[in-house]
């Protein structure tokens, strides 16, 4: 379900999809914790953690994110994550054009068997490696534009737009009509 119970107090169910390695988890944890810690384990199956965002209209967004595990043996349970997800953050890494495909296989798969009206974002991570970029900013935000989402780069290491991106989410989610 996209939203939650009242007016002003909204819930949505998010999930992370992106290959190993892009910093789906450590951009949960800079979210959630305010963290980023250099160590971080890899993500087995998947992992929940749930973060309420403050908007300036004093409406709060619930966010139930779901962070999976990249590795092609759990991709058979994705439609588990993102069955009756509001929200997906599909992230690739500047650095590796080959993330940057994978993300494009998430999005049709998104396409293909996500809720029609999910609000999705495609994530290049890892902003702070600008000087070994690999996927151009204009090539991804073209990208994003033929297929309804939204594009922004982050760094969960220096946490540049970690918060944007979130708002951004909650902006975009269906309000319900009272
Ligand atoms: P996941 O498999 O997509 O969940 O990726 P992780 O969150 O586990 O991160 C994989 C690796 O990338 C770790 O070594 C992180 O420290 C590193 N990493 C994640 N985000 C960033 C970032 O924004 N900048 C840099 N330089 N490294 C990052
Ligand atoms: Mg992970």
């Given at each position: 379900?996209?939203?939650?119970?009242?007016?002003?107090?909204?819930?949505?169910?998010?999930?992370?999809?992106?290959?190993?390695?892009?910093?789906?988890?450590?951009?949960?944890?800079?979210?959630?914790?305010?963290?980023?810690?250099?160590?971080?384990?890899?993500?087995?199956?998947?992992?929940?953690?749930?973060?309420?965002?403050?908007?300036?209209?004093?409406?709060?967004?619930?966010?139930?994110?779901?962070?999976?595990?990249?590795?092609?043996?759990?991709?058979?349970?994705?439609?588990?994550?993102?069955?009756?997800?509001?929200?997906?953050?599909?992230?690739?890494?500047?650095?590796?054009?080959?993330?940057?495909?994978?993300?494009?296989?998430?999005?049709?798969?998104?396409?293909?068997?996500g809720?029609?009206?999910?609000?999705?974002?495609?994530?290049?991570?890892?902003?702070?490696?600008?000087?070994?970029?690999?996927?151009?900013?204009?090539?991804?935000?073209?990208?994003?534009?033929?297929?309804t989402?939204?594009?922004?780069?982050?760094?969960?290491?220096t946490?540049?737009?970690?918060?944007?991106?979130?708002?951004?989410?909650?902006?975009?989610?269906?309000?319900?009509?009272?």
């Amino acid at each position: 379900e996209n939203s939650g119970t009242d007016l002003k107090n909204l819930r949505v169910k998010l999930v992370l999809l992106g290959d190993s390695g892009v910093g789906k988890s450590c951009i949960v944890l800079r979210f959630v914790r305010g963290q980023f810690d250099p160590t971080s384990k890899v993500t087995v199956g998947a992992s929940f953690l749930s973060q309420t965002l403050a908007l300036e209209d004093s409406t709060t967004v619930k966010f139930e994110i779901w962070d999976t595990a990249g590795q092609e043996r759990y991709a058979a349970l994705a439609p588990l994550y993102y069955r009756g997800a509001g929200a997906a953050i599909v992230v690739y890494d500047i650095t590796s054009s080959e993330s940057f495909n994978k993300a494009q296989y998430w999005v049709k798969e998104l396409q293909k068997h996500g809720s029609p009206d999910m609000i999705m974002a495609l994530v290049g991570n890892k902003a702070d490696l600008h000087d070994n970029r690999s996927v151009s900013s204009q090539d991804a935000q073209e990208y994003a534009e033929r297929n309804t989402m939204f594009f922004i780069e982050t760094s969960a290491k220096t946490a540049d737009n970690i918060n944007q991106l979130f708002e951004e989410i909650a902006k975009r989610l269906p309000r319900p009509t009272p």
